[in-house]
């Protein structure tokens, strides 16, 4: 198996769908699979997920009832994975799955690939929510001065990593800080980590899960503020 892609879902019963039909195009010259891992979405999003990938052995449906949480998810699928290469990403449709052979292409050359919405090429195109857009942009900026501008999307959550990397790094943390997490970890031992430019666009269903409002990003984003400061503080700068 060369690649699995992991697909952690909540209430994405409207997008889920389209998201598996899109990974089957673009990966159809990779010997590949897919792990929707389900929070025990009440929309229906396993059962949904789970009808369409009747006859697909390639396609795995996970519906957990005693565990929740993004972190988690990805974390279950990498370890239910069989591939050599792991790819994440959001169901939301704002992440292309065209872009996938991309980044596992990239792993020619390096262990970690990540999609980046600010390297030249890139783009964060979400301009239904402005103020999670202007957030994202500054968090990441505060996040490269801090450990090092080698990357520019340490939030990203669209990833491929070799094997070899998961095994050496489990993903710590409660929500999108596990990618500074990962993503400085990964560098602080030694691992390459390149940038593949994408165009991040508005979910097409749903309601987003991160923080809406002021208030709400800052109660979250010091999370974030504050995995980056122990992680410079623990493994400095590669």
Not at 17 to 45: C, K
Not at 97 to 120: E, I, K, M, T
Not at 191 to 208: D, I, L, M, Q
Request: aromatic share 6%; proline share 5%.
């Amino acid at each position: 198996m060369e690649l699995s892609v992991v697909l952690p879902t909540f209430n994405e019963r409207f997008n889920i769908v389209p998201m598996l039909e899109r990974i089957e195009r673009s990966l159809a010259g990779v010997d590949h699979e897919v792990l929707v891992i389900d929070d025990d979405s009440p929309d229906g999003t396993a059962a949904t997920a789970a009808s369409w990938a009747a006859g697909r052995p390639a396609v795995q449906v996970v519906r957990r009832r005693d565990v929740r949480g993004l972190r988690s998810a990805i974390q279950e699928g990498i370890d239910r994975s069989t591939g050599g290469a792991v790819a994440w990403m959001d169901c939301d449709l704002s992440m292309p799955p065209g872009l996938l052979p991309a980044l596992h292409a990239a792993l020619a050359g390096a262990d970690v690939a990540v999609a980046s919405r600010y390297v030249p090429g890139g783009v964060d195109a979400r301009d239904d929510v402005p103020l999670q857009r202007v957030f994202s942009l500054a968090l990441n900026r505060f996040t490269a001065a801090l450990l090092g501008a080698a990357l520019t999307d340490y939030t990203s959550g669209f990833v491929c990593a070799r094997r070899a990397v998961l095994e050496s790094i489990r993903l710590a943390g409660d929500y999108g800080e596990y990618c500074i997490d990962f993503l400085h970890r990964a560098r602080a031992r030694g691992f390459r980590v390149v940038e593949v430019p994408y165009r991040n666009t508005p979910r097409a269903h749903g309601k987003s899960k991160t923080a809406a409002g002021l208030v709400g990003l800052l109660r979250r984003g010091w999370r974030y503020v504050a995995v980056a400061i122990r992680l410079r503080l623990e493994l400095g700068r590669p």
